[in-house]
């Protein structure tokens, strides 16, 4: 689906109304909707227009990634001890109206909701919908499925927001008061609902999983049903759900099982290779019968060449330099007790978390314990090379639902709705973590593993917790997974005092961590790349330093990276600081206070709603 965005450019010229500000709306479009949804190609192109406003910063260094932030597993890089109204307040849990990046996202949702219901609108009043035209109708499943993933994120972030299902005209009364999250969740469940069975499967859409199918549909109706059953933030700084939440936890059981009932996927048996077909621009193939192929994803954005921030602002680290990849960093890092979390013969963990980088020469340097990065993306893996002066606009697709992510969802709503692990949910989890250890493994860390967990609801739930963190991590899906089970402020919490407590170990060489290395020693092997001595262990004895206590001393000796020693201050004793600042807004070290994570209504929008929305509670 690379050809999506060109053709958004003309659209958006031609058939819409422009948006700069929430839904403030200019010129009328010189075609009429009768004109534009008569025929399949022009109703195309005015889907596309929403595609389209995945292209904008909004989306790609924003919400599809750095609004994740912080959590267990993944933190974003707060470099002080103060706000700088930007995107580092988010991770920090400290946005205020005047934030540029909730700006921003706002009116790119808002924007995109309201394309979403012009196509609507014209796809139901056009004739080709009305005589069944099924391209009519999977294009009204796009639309539908596109309106619903911006409120999904609206939702989680902002809680109950302004909810338009028509598209604005000149007159319109553009300022709504904000609406129950439980009704707005409700009404796009049943709107998914509606429209699925007459959607087409990916491998009958052109660009198969680059644009939303039948597979997502299902998926995306799980995902939100869990949400609407799950736990939020209200204003009262309370953390609750709603007492029909089973309801729609079932309603997610159901999904999960209808996908995996009427098209079920064989997981590519390489977990690297899923994310390495993205880089390449490997044409998803959604087939079961093709083992090789992405038959993981269900939808992933699409990014044409020059356009998207991918392997940009998170991935593995490439420093610029002569060299013809360009540079890009992370925004995202990884935990180093998420790092340690992983059995050490889970394939999924230098899969998921990187411990090098590269420099300009394109030579391996390990990272430091604060900037662990998702390793699921790297520019180097490019099959052309996009040019030394290059960083944003990798090319590279964003995966939004993978099979596996269903599979996970299918066995924490059995094992909800039976008050313990079916034979449906043990199995579900079993082939999740088939694909993650060696064949040879697979007794000891599948099925032994499975049964040691599956003696009652909370075992296996906590089970399911760890696995999806292993799973997904750095997917951006964490944070939102942590809200519904209401556990954001007891991982958060847990995170700290295990990140210091690392810190401690690693100086008094004593305790639960001391096991662990205080430093990582390495070799540089003749291509470049590194190979690490104790990734898993401290030494007792240290190895021979290369260049110690001279330089050109020891020539086939060991380099030294800081590893857990990062995570303290020697002198003061405290906590590191990327630990004090990363998670500054919340404070409670018992992990009971719910996570300050919503995030307040632009100030703008604010001003010009003629007092219809206010920023009330949530300690704003």
């Not at 602002?313 to 007790?337: C, E, F, Q, R």
């Not at 405290?574 to 070290?589: K, S, T, V």
């Not at 209504?601 to 219809?612: A, K, Y």
Request: proline residues 6%.
């Amino acid at each position: 689906m690379k050809k999506i965005f060109r053709y958004s450019a003309i659209v958006v010229a031609l058939f819409f109304t422009s948006c700069e500000d929430y839904l403030t709306t200019t010129s009328p479009s010189s075609f009429t909707q009768d004109y534009i949804f008569s025929s399949e190609t022009d109703a195309t192109r005015a889907v596309n227009a929403i595609y389209a406003l995945f292209n904008q910063d909004a989306y790609t260094s924003r919400l599809s990634n750095n609004f994740m932030g912080n959590t267990d597993i993944e933190m974003g890089g707060a470099s002080s001890s103060a706000g700088d109204n930007g995107r580092r307040d988010i991770w920090t849990f400290e946005a205020r109206e005047q934030n540029s990046d909730v700006r921003v996202v706002w009116n790119n949702a808002y924007m995109a909701i309201n394309r979403a219901n012009e196509a609507i609108e014209g796809i139901e009043a056009s004739q080709l919908y009305k005589d069944g035209n099924p391209m009519m109708q999977q294009l009204l499943g796009e639309a539908k499925g596109l309106r619903a993933f911006w409120y999904y994120y609206l939702v989680n972030l902002w809680g109950d927001v302004p909810f338009f299902v028509t598209a604005t005209k000149a007159g319109d009364d553009f300022y709504k008061p904000r609406t129950s999250r439980y009704e707005i969740l409700s009404y796009i469940i049943q709107d998914l609902i509606g429209v699925e069975p007459n959607m087409m499967w990916a491998e009958q859409v052109p660009f198969g999983v680059e644009r939303m199918n039948r597979e997502f549909i299902m998926g995306l109706i799980a995902r939100i049903a869990l949400t609407r059953g799950g736990y939020s933030l209200h204003p009262d700084m309370t953390m609750k759900r709603n007492d029909d939440y089973l309801e729609y936890y079932q309603i997610a059981n159901t999904y999960t099982k209808k996908l995996r009932d009427l098209k079920p996927h064989i997981l590519n048996p390489s977990f690297a290779q899923v994310f390495r077909n993205q880089a390449v621009l490997t044409a998803p193939e959604n087939a079961p019968a093709v083992p090789t192929s992405q038959a993981d994803i269900l939808y992933e954005v699409a990014f044409h060449p020059g356009f998207g921030d991918v392997a940009w602002n998170h991935g593995i680290k490439v420093d610029a330099g002569t060299h013809p990849y360009g540079s890009g960093s992370n925004y995202t890092s990884l935990t180093v007790n998420y790092y340690y979390s992983f059995d050490t013969l889970d394939t999924r963990q230098d899969v998921t978390a990187s411990l090098i980088y590269y420099d300009k020469e394109l030579l391996q340097q390990p990272v430091a314990v604060s900037s662990i990065a998702p390793g699921k993306w790297n520019r180097l893996w490019l099959k052309t090379p996009p040019g030394p002066a290059t960083a944003k606009g990798t090319g590279i697709n964003w995966p939004v639902m993978r099979y596996a992510d269903v599979l996970l969802m299918l066995a924490e709503t059995d094992n909800e709705l039976n008050g313990g692990p079916t034979a449906d949910a043990i199995e579900a989890l079993k082939k999740v973590r088939r694909r993650a250890f060696p064949e040879s493994t697979w007794p000891a860390k599948v099925d032994q593993y499975v049964a040691s967990v599956s003696g009652s609801k909370d075992a296996f739930f906590d089970a399911l917790v760890d696995e999806r963190a292993w799973e997904l991590g750095a997917e951006a899906i964490r944070k939102y997974d942590l809200i519904r089970w209401n556990l954001y402020g007891d991982k958060v919490a847990e995170t700290k005092e295990t990140l210091y407590q690392m810190g401690l170990d690693a100086l008094n060489q004593t305790g639960q961590y001391a096991y662990l290395p205080r430093y990582l020693y390495y070799k540089r092997n003749p291509d470049g790349t590194i190979t690490f001595l104790n990734k898993y262990r401290s030494l007792a004895v240290a190895p021979p330093l290369k260049d110690s206590p001279n330089v050109g001393d020891n020539p086939d000796g060991y380099s030294r990276q800081t590893w857990l020693l990062g995570n303290i201050n020697s002198t003061t004793m405290e906590p590191a600081n990327y630990i004090l600042y990363n998670w500054r807004g919340y404070q409670d070290p018992s992990g009971q206070a719910p996570v300050p994570y919503i995030l307040p209504i632009p100030s703008e929008t604010v001003l010009n709603s003629q007092g219809v929305l206010r920023n009330d509670g949530y300690n704003f």
